[in-house]
C-alpha cells in the first residue's frame, strides 16, 4: 500500500523540480504572445516566432547558467556540466510545444487562430494556477493556502492574457 505514495511523490516531485522552469515558460509564452499584437501574424509564423523565441530565451538562459556556475566553482566546462544546466531549462521550453502545436493546427486550418490563441492562454494560465495551488499545498498543508496560491499565480497569468485584449 505504501507504494503509491512513494510513486506520487515522486511524479510530485518532478513537478516541483520543473516548476521554476514551467512557470517561466508560461510567463515568457503570455510575453510572447502579448507583444504579437492586436493584429497577429499568420499562425504558421506565430508558431515558429513563439517556439523560436523561446528556444531562443531558454538556450540563453541555459548558457548564462553553465558559464555563471563554471565561474564561481572555478570547473571545467565539460558535457555533463551542459547537460545539468540544459536539464533545468527543458521544462521551460516544454511549456511552448503545446501552444506551438495549436498555431500549427490553425495554420492547417484544423482551429481558428482565435481558438490557438485562447487555449494557449489558457494553458499558460492553468499551469500558473496549478503550481501555484501546488506551492499553497506544500507550504501549509491546507485547502486555504492553495486556493489563495492559485488565485494570485494564475492571476498574474490571467493579466497578462487580458492585457493584450486591452492594450490591442
Not at 29 to 35: F, G, Q, R, T
Not at 84 to 98: D, F, G, I, K, Y
Not at 136 to 165: E, H, Q, S
Amino acid at each position: 500500500m505504501t507504494e503509491p505514495a512513494i510513486t506520487t511523490q515522486r511524479g510530485w516531485q518532478r513537478i516541483d523540480k520543473a516548476a521554476f522552469g514551467i512557470i517561466y515558460g508560461a510567463i515568457m509564452v503570455l510575453s510572447i504572445l502579448l507583444a504579437q499584437g492586436g493584429h497577429p501574424a499568420p499562425p504558421l509564423e506565430t508558431a515558429v516566432v513563439l517556439f523560436g523565441s523561446v528556444l531562443a530565451i531558454t538556450l540563453a538562459k541555459a548558457f548564462a547558467e553553465f558559464l555563471a556556475h563554471a565561474l564561481d566553482t572555478k570547473a571545467r566546462l565539460t558535457r555533463t556540466s551542459w547537460q545539468a544546466a540544459w536539464r533545468h531549462s527543458t521544462p521551460t521550453l516544454a511549456v511552448a510545444n503545446l501552444p506551438t502545436a495549436l498555431f500549427l493546427a490553425a495554420w492547417q486550418g484544423w482551429i481558428a487562430p482565435e481558438t490557438a490563441l485562447l487555449w494557449s492562454h489558457g494553458l499558460c494560465v492553468i499551469l500558473l494556477a496549478g503550481l501555484g495551488a501546488r506551492a499553497g499545498w506544500v507550504l501549509d498543508r491546507r485547502t486555504g493556502p492553495a486556493i489563495l496560491g492559485a488565485v494570485f499565480a494564475g492571476g498574474i497569468g490571467f493579466l497578462l492574457a487580458i492585457v493584450k485584449y486591452v492594450i490591442h
